[in-house]
């Protein structure tokens, strides 16, 4: 439906379609005087819109339902509207100076004068229609495309200690303590211990990255493997989850007592 400020433009713009025709003097009109053509005209524009311009908006929406052009809901719209805006002008007319009805060779060329003025108006209200909804279409702003949603990362798995592959399959995943045995190496675990040649230095790089400390040169321990931490006069001893009892060498008391293993 068409606002209030729309309706106006378009009724200024069919006075002044009147006005242009009062001016010309079309259709036999010439002779008479230029404000009584202007009345005529004007008359007849305003009341052409109201009859053209309802035909216009069901035409239009018909043509859109059908999915036809809006050219042929235009064509409609004039030829249906001037069967009735014909009676108008033969009415007006009659009333200027009474007349017959016409005959039907006499009412095909009314009919046919109507359809042109009426036409043209009709026209210029599709144009402007069309004009406005592409002004419209243009201001809307355009929606972006939906960007996907991030996937978020997954979580990065642990990284497994070299040590691991040294030694059986079953014996992982968490590693207690390691402790020296003359040139060998004892792995403890929480369900049992393995014994691998290899030395602590070489060993405490393979468990890295677990939380632990090299407490005593034959002693690695896990943080996390802790339970409790007995003093024997000046030396310690770490009490693990298995409980192993790991020797921590005097150097590194205050190391691990700084840093809260217990």
Do not use: C
Request: glycine letters at 8%; charged letters at 20%; aromatic letters at 8%.
């Amino acid at each position: 439906m068409p606002s209030l400020r729309r309706i106006l433009i378009e009724l200024a713009a069919m006075i002044a379609l009147g006005l242009i025709f009062a001016v010309l003097g079309p259709f036999g009109t010439f002779g008479a005087s230029f404000a009584r053509r202007l009345i005529y005209w004007i008359t007849l524009m305003l009341a052409g819109y109201a009859l053209y311009r309802p035909a216009m908006i069901a035409a239009l929406a018909a043509a859109k339902r059908l999915h036809l052009p809006d050219v042929a809901g235009w064509v409609a719209a004039a030829l249906v509207a001037s069967v009735p805006m014909s009676v108008v002008v033969w009415w007006i007319g009659h009333l200027d100076a009474p007349q017959p009805l016409p005959g039907v060779d006499d009412a095909i060329a009314l009919y046919g004068n109507v359809l042109a003025v009426g036409g043209i108006a009709s026209l210029l209200l599709w144009f402007g229609q069309r004009r406005r909804e592409a002004a419209i279409a243009a201001a809307e702003p355009v929606a972006p495309p939906p960007h996907p949603e991030p996937t978020p990362p997954e979580p990065a798995s642990p990284a497994r200690p070299a040590l691991l592959d040294r030694l059986p399959p079953g014996f992982g995943p968490d590693i207690l303590a390691l402790e020296m045995e003359d040139h060998y190496l004892r792995v403890h675990g929480a369900h049992g211990s393995e014994l691998i040649l290899l030395r602590m230095r070489d060993a405490v790089q393979e468990i890295a990255p677990f939380d632990g400390a090299q407490v005593h040169r034959s002693w690695w321990v896990a943080r996390a493997a802790v339970r409790e931490a007995h003093r024997e006069g000046r030396g310690l001893r770490l009490i693990l989850s298995n409980g192993v009892e790991a020797r921590v060498s005097r150097a590194m008391v205050p190391v691990l007592e700084a840093e809260g293993w217990w």
